[in-house]
C-alpha cells in the first residue's frame, strides 16, 4: 500500500495515534477490489453515486436541484 501514508489522529480517548489514511482516488479502487459479499452494499452505492455524478455533468440542473433540496433539509 505506498498510497497510504501514515498521519497521527486523535482518538477518542485524546491520544494521538499513527493511522494509516487515504485519498479517494487510492480508496475507491481498492474498495472495488475486495473479493467480499460484505463490501458489494458499498460498491452499489459507489455505482450509483457514481452514475448520479455523470448524469449531473451532462445536466447540471440535476445537480443544481439536489443542492436545493439538500438545503432545504
Do not use: F
Not at 17 to 34: F, R
Not at 39 to 47: C, D, H, N, T, Y
Request: hydrophobic share 35%; glycine share 6%.
Amino acid at each position: 500500500m505506498t498510497n497510504c501514508h501514515g498521519l497521527k489522529l486523535t482518538a477518542k480517548d485524546g491520544k494521538k495515534y499513527l493511522t494509516d489514511v487515504a485519498d479517494a482516488g487510492t480508496l475507491l479502487p481498492l474498495v472495488q477490489s475486495v473479493p467480499s459479499p460484505k463490501a458489494e452494499p458499498i460498491k452499489l452505492w459507489l455505482g450509483k453515486v457514481g452514475y448520479e455524478r455523470i448524469q449531473e455533468m451532462a445536466d447540471p440542473e440535476i445537480a443544481l436541484n439536489r443542492s436545493r433540496s439538500l438545503w432545504r433539509e
